[in-house]
């Protein structure tokens, strides 16, 4: 797996940049058949001959791709050769960059650059005198940065309508050469918008030296202009931003700045000075213009002041004398406008530099409110400000939120924000999703875009790309085909196998939830799984058959995807998905194994079945392993700390479902015992973000969840209140989003139990786990469960919790194996085939004995399913044991018959030579296809050893290898529709969640480190943490520590929650019951933060309590 940190070994020459682009989406023809494939567009072949080629009857389908799409493009009549031969370049306005783009040009395709004289082909490249430019067919435009296009015969004549557009348009000629011919055309072209780029806004690892610079080169090859410099690590921007820099750290910026001017990108250097900074102080404008003069020396022509991420407050005694209450909000606005409107009069206009480019405190909505309309009247009109739309996150932006918004924050130079495809508040996903819902007439009424990209720079190219393609010409934007078509220029080969398995793992990251509610997930994985479950209910053999051949092909191609993929042009791209191309491949394999599953059940076949839902299982548990790097705060990369989320919401599902068809055709009876207990209250100390209640934990759904407001501290916990004290048997915790989305979670937890809630008492502690299971020793009492923070997450990383639950102990079991702590005996037992024991010692002698609530009479079935090597026991009425035969650790499902009455079933003399791993120790009643009862047998001994409670479980060994069973042959029948799984219902109706992701049950094991290709095993073995004794000291109950000022959590991608909505949220440290009782406040503190886009409700009011300030819930951007 490759960090940012390793990126900087990936050095593109001026060759290889060329590649990447040239021409655009197609530099040699293998490349154009796989834009061919993409866009369904049929090769053509295209004869050779002379230097000027007559148009053939198929040369209009033959035309190169040009993107952005021109404004006006006319194709002549023929082409000219371009390749082998001879050129003479005149840049006549002498442009290096333009110069250096022609000369790669003529490498790319083996042209002698030579004297005019000399020469097959002459290109020339100028920029347009004051009667060239006009509104005729025949001039250069009169807009900034556009071109006229002109090649006929063996000439190439290219006018700008500036420096930039001459430029440009010998980007558009890169892309009119196909096949070793440069084809004819007329093409004049402008953009639509003059702000089209990337703004490096995100939290997370940061991009390396070369990303950036490789960055700044594709932005120039696809008509971007602006790359706005603000990333988190550069303390320079913000801890330390009255600092100037260092003469290394300089030398770095001017590279930076160096690269951005020879591909005509503007580099926008952004000071973040707000949480500290007096507005009003002279030194602190000096020290402002310091910075800026000190980047205005190494070449930066274009500066931008970052006022969000701050706590909306007045930061000096000075500043509230020297900007009086004009109102509400009104304080913090004049202040700002005066800095604001210093810097960009006393030094930008005085320098002749870009206007000022800022973004408020208060960037999103488009709702009046007093901030917006004070700083409004005071801002300098031809101050560029940046909005997000209508929130931090904008599913559509259309034209008339865009011109409220305009009203609103008068504003003549709105500009967007836009953060897509920015994944640091889901930092386990890929957002691989074309550019869409923004209006295609966006460009009337703003300046432009900036793109907030993903942590990963080189898998954010295909969206950059979308990006270029969209804020040069809206109206003729195809988002498909523009995503498309930058894939196939990723891919750099004619590999249909790579083609076909960079489409589907694309496929697999297509969803854009929760900020677009609609967007479907792996939209062609999920039509052929519906299609194969369609058929397993429709029970038609031949449409099973062909479904099921159908979705084995597809997920058999994932599982490549690791090895073809590798074979792509761009290996940053590879090295940037390949934590996700790996957990892809485990899944498939997981979910071929339910497939497996599937049919084995649809022919009866229980040893097919078990020995498939085994190797689904293990492959599902490596699936699920932390693949993906993080970084603490303190800018310490961790490797391999977040799982790969691919295919989330289909291939999960598809897993757990074929799960709960096993349990379902399996039909095995539940131990005694085992109910989840009623909750009477929810509470937590990490506050709420906007509707994610504590309720959401304890309402028996896997699709909604807690989330807090805040990253954990020491002490914070999240508890349930059972009512009263009560026995307790096992405590299972959920975090994170969905199984295959756990960033955000308590990574360092402890479960604990108390009676009266001051005396607690620990079941374990846990690290990095998303799914906790622990075991209360037998006979212990609780009224008060609590999953509690031994350390703060070093990412700042905010807790999302699915369910938590506590059940009663399970009855008459016993056994004296030493189980993992998160594969407790009750596994065994609880009629889930997704669940298991898994021991981690075999004592000599050791046994399982479960005994019946009731003897259960007549044909009685005794199974085992799973891996265990033991003697199978049942208990006659009068209290005799006799033996039912042996269970056989190769096999995987295995069945004993007995005449009833069975009080009692037992494994007794357990082998050790292989682990066992029990998924359920079971019994039913007798049905046909199990072995009939044989023979009384004769009683045996008791055994040796005599069972205990279960004992306090240890860490868990890799257990033993299940083999993938192969594809029953049988034809199948139709497969019963698997019952949902039964939940509980807390006693408070829990709030619902906003826009909640659906997803199915997660598998209870913890994750296992994968190697790069593992095998399939049981059930892979948790991370161990220290084992839980049967008699705990009780400690004393914690306090919460405070979580700190909000300033200290930076917000949603890159953004805080703008200023207060009605919308309430906790404050640090704050106790949140789910319950209140009369009288009670549901904010015990007394104080109400706000979160959302708008200061709309509730100004008035908290203006009182904020005391000229603004109170502001940030929203912390954390996967």
């Not at 990963?456 to 995503?483: M, R």
């Not at 943490?1025 to 004393?1036: I, K």
């Amino acid at each position: 797996m490759e960090t940012a940190a390793d990126h900087a070994s990936i050095n593109l020459d001026e060759e290889d940049i060329m590649r990447l682009t040239l021409p655009r989406r197609r530099w040699a023809a293998g490349l154009a058949v796989v834009a061919m494939t993409l866009t369904g567009l049929a090769p053509v072949a295209v004869a050779t001959g002379p230097v000027a080629v007559p148009a053939s009857s198929t040369q209009a389908d033959s035309h190169p791709q040009v993107l952005p799409a021109p404004q006006s493009l006319s194709w002549g009549s023929g082409a000219a050769t371009f390749k082998s031969t001879t050129v003479h370049f005149d840049v006549q306005n002498q442009d290096e960059p333009t110069k250096a783009t022609l000369n790669a040009l003529a490498k790319a395709n083996n042209l002698q650059v030579t004297s005019a004289a000399a020469a097959t082909l002459k290109v020339t490249v100028k920029v347009a005198a004051s009667g060239e430019q006009g509104d005729g067919a025949g001039q250069a435009p009169k807009h900034a940065e556009g071109y006229l296009l002109k090649a006929e015969g063996n000439s190439v004549t290219i006018t700008g309508s500036d420096t930039r557009g001459a430029y440009y348009g010998v980007q558009t000629l890169r892309q009119l050469v196909k096949d070793g011919k440069l084809y004819h055309a007329t093409v004049r072209d402008w953009p639509l918008m003059s702000v089209r780029g990337t703004i490096e806004g995100f939290y997370g690892i940061p991009w390396s030296h070369q990303a950036r610079q490789d960055i700044l080169a594709f932005s120039g090859k696809h008509k971007m202009n602006t790359y706005i410099y603000t990333p988190k690590d550069d303390a320079y921007l913000r801890a330390k931003w009255r600092e100037l820099y260092p003469q290394a750290e300089l030398a770095k910026l001017k590279e930076l700045v160096d690269a951005a001017n020879a591909n005509h990108v503007d580099f926008v250097f952004a000071l973040s000075p707000g949480n500290d900074i007096c507005y009003g102080q002279q030194s602190d404008y000096d020290a402002t213009v310091a910075k800026f003069e000190q980047l205005r020396k190494i070449g930066v022509r274009s500066f931008y002041i970052a006022l969000d991420d701050i706590n909306p407050r007045l930061n000096c005694d000075s500043d509230a004398a020297q900007f009086p209450s004009r109102g509400p909000w009104t304080q913090l606005a004049d202040a700002q406008s005066y800095y604001l409107n210093k810097v960009q009069t006393e030094y930008v206009k005085a320098n002749h530099l870009n206007d000022l480019m800022m973004v408020p405190t208060n960037y999103s909505g488009n709702a009046t409110d007093p901030f917006k309309t004070a700083q409004g009247e005071r801002l300098h009109q031809d101050i560029r400000m940046q909005w997000t739309g209508m929130g931090v996150f904008s599913d559509q932006i259309t034209v008339d939120q865009v011109t409220k918004a305009a009203t609103t924050y008068n504003n003549k130079h709105l500009f967007i924000w836009d953060n897509f495809p920015v994944n640091d508040g889901q930092r386990g996903r890929l957002f691989l999703n074309p550019l869409e819902g923004r209006d295609p007439n966006l460009y009337k009424y703003i300046d432009g875009f900036t793109s907030n990209p993903m942590i990963q720079p080189y898998a954010s190219l295909p969206s950059l790309a979308n990006y270029g393609d969209y804020t040069w010409n809206g109206p003729k934007y195809d988002a498909q085909a523009s995503f498309k078509a930058a894939l196939a220029e990723l891919a750099g080969t004619s590999d249909g196998q790579v083609t076909k398995a960079l489409d589907a793992f694309v496929d697999l990251n297509q969803s854009w939830k929760p900020y677009r509610p609609s967007s479907q997930s792996a939209p062609q994985l999920s039509s052929d799984v519906k299609a194969f479950k369609d058929a397993l209910a429709s029970g038609n053999a031949a449409t099973i058959k062909s479904t099921a051949a159908t979705l084995r092909a597809r997920l058999q191609l994932i599982q490549k995807v690791p090895q073809l993929l590798a074979k792509m042009e761009s290996k940053g791209f590879y090295n940037d998905i390949k934590p996700w191309l790996e957990a892809a491949r485990d899944w498939a394999k997981a979910s071929e194994s339910a497939v497996d599953v599937y049919l084995a059940i649809s022919a009866n076949n229980g040893e097919q079945a078990t020995s498939a839902l085994m190797a689904m299982q293990a492959s599902q548990q490596s699936a699920l392993a932390p693949r993906v790097d993080d970084m603490d705060s303190d800018f310490t990369v961790k490797p391999a700390s977040i799982t790969a989320s691919v295919g989330d919401g289909v291939f999960n599902a598809f897993v757990d479902d074929a799960a709960k068809a096993w349990d379902k055709w399996a039909a095995l009876t539940p131990a005694k015992g085992g109910a989840a207990l009623k909750v009477t209250e929810a509470s937590t100390t990490m506050g709420i973000w906007e509707s994610y209640v504590p309720a959401n934990a304890v309402d028996g759904r896997e699709d909604t969840f807690y989330w807090s407001n805040s990253a954990p501290q020491p002490g914070s916990y999240f508890q349930l209140d059972l009512g009263s004290e009560q026995e307790i048997g096992l405590v299972h915790v959920s975090q994170g989003r969905s199984a295959s989305q756990t960033g955000d979670m308590i990574y360092n937890a402890e479960v604990e139990v108390s009676g009266d809630g001051s005396n607690w008492t620990s079941l374990g502690q846990f690290t990095n786990q998303a799914e906790i299971t622990a075991k209360a020793p037998a006979g212990t009492m609780a009224r008060y469960v609590r999953l509690k923070a031994t350390a703060a997450n070093g990412n700042g990383a905010w807790v999302q919790i699915r369910e938590f639950q506590v059940s009663s102990p399970t009855k008459g079991l016993s056994t004296t194996l030493v189980t993992a702590k998160d594969h407790p005996l009750d596994n065994a037992v609880d009629a889930k085939g997704a669940t298991a024991l898994v021991a981690t010692q075999v004592p000599e002698g050791a046994n399982l004995v479960r005994e019946l609530p009731q003897a259960a009479s007549g044909k009685v079935s005794v199974v085992v399913a799973g891996q265990v090597g033991a003697t199978v026991d049942y208990q006659r009425s009068d209290g005799t044991w006799v033996a039912l035969g042996s269970a056989d650790a190769a096999k995987h499902y295995q069945v004993f018959a007995v005449e009833g009455p069975v009080k009692a079933i037992r494994l007794t003399s357990i082998k050790g030579e292989v682990l066992p791993n029990i998924l359920e120790f079971s019994y039913r009643a007798w049905r046909a296809g199990d072995p009939q009862p044989g023979s009384t047998p004769a009683p045996t001994p008791a055994p040796t050893v005599a069972p205990t409670a279960s004992p306090a479980p240890t860490a868990s060994p890799a257990p033993t290898v299940a083999p993938t069973s192969p594809a029953p042959t049988v034809v199948p029948t139709a497969t019963p529709t698997p019952s949902p799984a039964p939940t509980s219902q807390p006693t408070a109706s829990p709030a619902p969640t906003a826009a909640p992701t659906a997803t199915a049950a997660p598998s209870p094991t913890a994750s296992a480190a994968p190697t790069a290709s593992p095998a399939p095993t049981a059930a892979p073995a948790p991370t161990a943490s220290p084992a839980p004794s049967a008699t705990v000291a009780p400690t004393a109950k914690p306090t919460a520590a405070p979580t700190g000022r909000p300033s200290a959590l930076p917000s949603a991608s890159g953004k805080p929650g703008a200023l207060p909505s009605a919308k309430p949220s906790s404050l640090p440290g704050q106790r949140i019951t789910l319950n209140p009782t009369p009288g009670q406040a549901r904010y015990s503190n007394g104080v109400l933060a706000h979160t959302g886009a708008n200061l709309a409700i509730g100004l008035v009011a908290l203006a009182a309590l904020a005391s000229g300030g603004l109170l502001l819930a940030r929203r912390r951007r954390q996967s």
